[in-house]
């Protein structure tokens, strides 16, 4: 409704209306017949009680009186805003005003920053730790006649365990986890629905895509082989450079999945991304010659891990380009699938790179705590990493991989004695520097305009921002503007 002293004009439609009008009386008895019998105002007629005819000389003194019954549409809508009221004070009751959504979707974003960070931490260093245990010489323990075959690098010293793609394949085992977990949360957030419901809508989206059984199992063995691969790859680099700079390497993926999804996806060209995308290959380049050409392993490790970042690049943009759009049931069921693909078509492989040789796996002294922690941690991570969107912003989701190599830099300084500088600390910055550039957002020109105006006013001394400038008074319909007068007139 219109406030008092408004005048209703185009700008201001709403109108006061009156309230509909309903005349009722009480039950009156009637005087013919002394029967007793009770009419009640506006009903029907009866022939017994004839109602009597409304003429202008009585219509006003026998009137009864007048009451006033707001329409359903008021009814209800004063209802549910006192509904309203009593949840919003209930929600005040329980949470601060702090807590707005906005306000919880950062806490959420922090919150989901330090899990991600702390979670590929440790995969990353224990399976380090794993690489850097010093082969025991005991008498006990079985030595090997060729002691070459536990140097497979000039810089890697003796070891226990040498095991990159058994590492991959045990860790990949892990993500059949992932749709039981899902399973779960959704049987205790939705009780209405069952365990087979949930299955059979799962499947159910994926048919309705036009997947096949065959067809959508064939689909998930090429992803399996593409995501143990990027991982193998990512462990071997771990036996040869240092835990830091993988973790920097494999940031690079960032700038991977942009190029492929202007490429595949056809998404938007952003040219601050391409000049990130030449960063995060400069500081690569800085990576792979920091102890030079030759006599030194770090090129291929520094390969290794750049491949493992495509890998993971090529996994994420593959997955929307075949799968389309999928919720959450579907992507948990897919990953689900890949690890149980991994567990029943890769073991083979382990077993074969065991007998010839190529890994060792001591079973007198298996790291299986380390490997254990590395297991959860991952999956962990990954559970985290792919449905974080749903509590935060994407953003917090993708700077918990450049946020773990200050945290791991430390750790390998702390444990390890490493040293940051020259060639090596100039790589990570400059793959920092395009990773963060990669996040800006496509309309970033605007945000910086914006920010431009408002400091050129602030110098000027004009208070306000530019929403007052076009402000809009609702009483007279005018509109302030440095093109018109408040006479209309064009100055």
Same mark, same amino acid.
């Given at each position: 409704m219109a406030r008092d002293g408004d005048l209703p004009t185009i700008f201001n439609p709403k109108r006061v209306r009156a309230p509909s009008v309903i005349?009722?009386?009480?039950?009156?008895?009637?005087?013919?017949?002394?029967?007793?019998?009770?009419?009640?105002?506006?009903?029907?007629?009866?022939?017994?009680?004839?109602?009597?005819?409304?003429?202008?000389?009585?219509?006003?003194?026998?009137?009864?009186?007048?009451?006033?019954?707001?329409?359903?549409?008021?009814?209800?809508?004063?209802?549910?805003?006192?509904?309203?009221?009593?949840?919003?004070?209930?929600?005040?009751?329980?949470?601060?005003?702090?807590?707005?959504?906005?306000?919880?979707?950062?806490?959420?974003?922090?919150?989901?920053?330090?899990?991600?960070?702390?979670?590929?931490?440790?995969?990353?260093?224990?399976?380090?730790?794993?690489?850097?245990?010093?082969?025991p010489l005991d008498h006990d323990a079985p030595q090997s006649a060729d002691p070459s075959t536990y140097n497979f690098t000039s810089k890697i010293p003796t070891n226990l365990y040498n095991a990159p793609f058994f590492t991959a394949w045990f860790c990949t085992n892990w993500l059949i986890l992932f749709y039981p977990l899902y399973l779960i949360v959704m049987l205790i957030h939705n009780k209405c629905k069952s365990a087979h419901d949930i299955v059979f809508d799962a499947f159910s989206d994926f048919k309705e895509k036009g997947f096949t059984f065959a067809r959508f199992l064939s689909r998930c063995a090429l992803f399996c082989l593409l995501w143990v691969l990027s991982v193998y790859m990512y462990t071997y680099a771990l036996r040869i450079l240092l835990a830091t700079d993988v973790v920097a390497l494999f940031a690079t993926n960032v700038s991977c999945i942009y190029l492929l999804s202007w490429v595949i996806l056809h998404e938007q060209f952003v040219g601050v991304r391409i000049?990130?995308?030449?960063?995060?290959?400069?500081?690569?380049?800085?990576?792979?010659?920091?102890?030079?050409?030759?006599?030194?392993?770090?090129?291929? #490790?520094?390969? @290794? &891990?750049?491949?493992?970042?495509?890998?993971?690049?090529? *996994?994420? +943009?593959? $997955?929307?380009?075949?799968?389309?759009e999928v919720n959450s049931g579907q992507r948990a069921l897919f990953f689900s699938i890949v690890g149980s693909v991994n567990a029943l078509l890769l073991w083979p492989v382990c077993l074969a790179l065991y007998l010839t040789g190529s890994e060792l796996l001591p079973a007198h002294r298996m790291p299986w705590l380390h490997l254990l922690l590395a297991s959860v941690a991952l999956l962990v991570f990954h559970l985290v990493f792919q449905f974080g969107n749903i509590m935060t912003y994407n953003i917090f989701v993708s700077l918990g991989l450049i946020t773990a190599v200050p945290v791991s830099a430390a750790l390998d300084v702390?444990?390890?004695?490493?040293?940051?500088? #020259?060639?090596? @600390? &100039?790589?990570?910055?400059?793959?920092?520097?395009?990773? *963060?550039? +990669?996040? $800006?957002?496509?309309?970033?020109p605007d945000y910086i305009m914006r920010l431009l105006r408002w400091s050129r006013r602030r110098q000027r001394g004009q208070p306000g921002s530019g929403r007052n400038r076009d402000a809009m008074d609702y009483r007279t319909g005018y509109i302030r503007s440095h093109l018109r007068s408040p006479s209309g007139r064009v100055r």
């Open positions: 005349i009722t009386c009480e039950e009156v008895e009637s005087e013919q017949g002394g029967s007793g019998d009770v009419e009640r105002a506006n009903g029907p007629p009866t022939p017994l009680s004839p109602r009597a005819p409304l003429t202008p000389q009585t219509s006003i003194s026998s009137a009864p009186p007048l009451t006033t019954q707001p329409s359903l549409q008021q009814a209800y809508s004063e209802s549910a805003t006192s509904s309203q009221d009593e949840e919003r004070q209930l929600r005040d009751k329980r949470c601060p005003r702090c807590c707005s959504k906005f306000a919880k979707k950062i806490y959420f974003g922090l919150c989901v920053t330090l899990v991600l960070v702390v979670s590929w931490v440790a995969v990353t260093h224990c399976v380090k730790h794993m690489y850097m245990q010093e082969y000049v990130a995308a030449i960063l995060c290959d400069t500081g690569i380049a800085l990576l792979a010659y920091m102890d030079g050409i030759t006599g030194s392993s770090t090129l291929g #490790g520094v390969v @290794l &891990a750049a491949c493992a970042a495509a890998g993971f690049a090529i *996994f994420k +943009v593959l $997955f929307r380009k075949v799968m389309g702390v444990m390890y004695g490493a040293q940051f500088a #020259g060639m090596k @600390l &100039a790589g990570i910055i400059l793959i920092a520097v395009g990773f *963060f550039l +990669v996040m $800006f957002p496509d309309n970033w």
